[in-house]
């Protein structure tokens, strides 16, 4: 059930009204998705329904370019390249690792992160506030959500002394949030287990370590890979009767026991804000990054009753949804 929906955004360009765009256009825009997953993206849907309203309709005003890398890092490079060929007016790009292969193939096609990490730690951008160069979007600010995401965690499950954090260490923003991780958790009087998984295959026998190091809960990292294996490392918790906390809202939905973070839909639909400036003639060196303001808490009480936890009632007031 609902509890309560707020999303809010700052930044230079937060204030652009939805202008619709002029009828007449010169010419279709062709908008290239560069993505690290596989197809379907229910993230998509919120940049879809954002260029809809404001004005730009499928095969009439646009025409979308999909590249997607099914989880195959090292195909993005390549990937970047037949998008750029195809003379693509912006790219889209999903998750850091995508952003900085699509930067290295080209300076000058405008390029519009629409899920990011650290854009400034990773050398995306020279900065949120200017970010120079041809690219430009929205930060989610992983890094700074790890101790929020640890507080929760641990006031969902008091009795929990050890962490396991399971992440990619390919990603770019892991060694900055394992960092930050770490100081939360040593700060609640916890310690921290890494569990560095770098595909698939790697994720039961993480579970598998996790529990033989006595580890009592578990959190994953706000990334493209456990986003891509939601499914299955849910499925792991469960059977290892780990109690999780994850970053985006829909490994609740498959499962998870707690989320904490950004919608990225609402997300994606600011970024068709920057796909139509650009188009209009912006330059991305001259949009700021935006940020996140407001994040969603949702709770799967199901799984929370599978796993024998009652999560307490000041968890539960503060929840944006709750999963029954």
Excluded at 73 to 89: C, G, M, N, Q, T
Excluded at 103 to 132: E, N, Q
């Amino acid at each position: 059930m609902k509890r309560r929906e707020f999303f809010g955004l700052v930044g230079g360009v937060a204030a652009w009204p939805l202008v619709a765009v002029a009828q007449g256009r010169a010419q279709v825009a062709r908008i290239g998705i560069l993505h690290p997953g596989s197809p379907p993206d229910p993230w998509l849907d919120g940049l879809r329904e954002g260029l809809r309203e404001l004005g730009y309709f499928e095969g009439k005003d646009l025409i979308y370019e999909y590249r997607w890398a099914e989880g195959r890092s090292e195909r993005l490079p390549d990937l970047a390249d037949v998008l750029i060929a195809s003379k693509v007016d912006v790219i889209v790009i999903m998750t850091g690792p995508a952003v900085l292969a699509a930067k290295k193939r080209t300076a000058t096609v405008p390029i519009v992160m629409a899920v990011s990490g650290d854009p400034v730690g990773t050398g995306a951008v020279a900065s949120l506030a200017r970010p120079g160069g041809n690219v430009t979007g929205l930060s989610l600010m992983s890094d700074e959500l790890a101790g929020l995401r640890i507080g929760v965690l641990k006031e969902a499950v008091p009795s929990a002394k050890r962490i396991g954090v399971l992440y990619n260490p390919s990603e770019p923003p892991t060694k900055v949030e394992l960092r930050e991780t770490e100081a939360a958790v040593t700060m609640l009087g916890m310690t921290l287990q890494p569990l560095a998984a770098t595909s698939a295959d790697d994720l039961a026998q993480r579970f598998v370590d996790a529990s033989a190091g006595g580890c009592d809960a578990i959190i994953t990292f706000a990334h493209g890979f456990a986003f891509f294996h939601r499914r299955r490392i849910a499925d792991l918790a469960a059977q290892h009767r780990l109690p999780a906390m994850y970053g985006w809202r829909e490994h609740a939905d498959v499962g998870g026991l707690m989320t904490y973070g950004p919608n990225v839909k609402t997300t994606l639909r600011r970024a068709a804000s920057y796909v139509d400036r650009i188009l209009k003639g912006a330059k991305p060196s001259d949009l700021p990054v935006e940020q996140p303001t407001k994040f969603e808490l949702v709770v799967n009480l199901q799984t929370a009753k599978a796993l024998g936890i009652e999560i307490p009632q000041t968890v539960m007031t503060r929840a944006d949804e709750v999963i029954e």
